[in-house]
């Protein structure tokens, strides 16, 4: 019960946070987030920081890897933090870690399928796509290695 009511206050928490810093009502052009191509620098090998569509190309490449889903908004301060955070510590990353980039936005079937209500939410799966564990906030890979081990 007490872990639960923490979810909802962290839950409750994190929306606020991104809610105060939601889209704009004007035409700038948002910041990119990266969709289709991994970021520069990412690893060859089973291990890295991809984009959702990278990663469901190739789901057999990561099954012996520990692939956290992390579902962000491009709009969100905290995700963006978070998405700086990996890339600055890129070297940081186990060759067992792959960090997948869901734009939580576009992607509403994972959404669903995961029952994410909230951004900045991370879903490490099993090679069968099944949830492990669930949290939020992580920014650095360091949190995402503690919270994996």
Known sequence: MIAKLLSLGLTVLLLSSCAATGP?????????????????????????Y??????????????????VLFYNAYWCSTCKAARDGFEAGLSEMPED??????????????????????????????????????WYGSTTVAEIREKIS
């Open 97 to 134: 870690l792959t960090i997948v980039l869901v734009d939580f936005d576009e992607n509403t079937e994972m959404r669903k399928k995961h029952d994410v209500i909230v951004q900045h939410t991370f879903v490490q799966i099993d090679s069968m796509g099944n949830e492990l564990q669930r």
């Open 24 to 48: 704009a009502e004007t035409n700038a052009q948002p910041e990119p987030v990266a969709t289709t191509a991994a970021p520069e620098g990412v690893y060859a090998n089973a291990a890295g």
């Open 50 to 67: 991809i984009s959702y569509e990278t990663y469901a190309a190739a789901l057999e490449k990561y099954s012996a890897s520990n692939v």
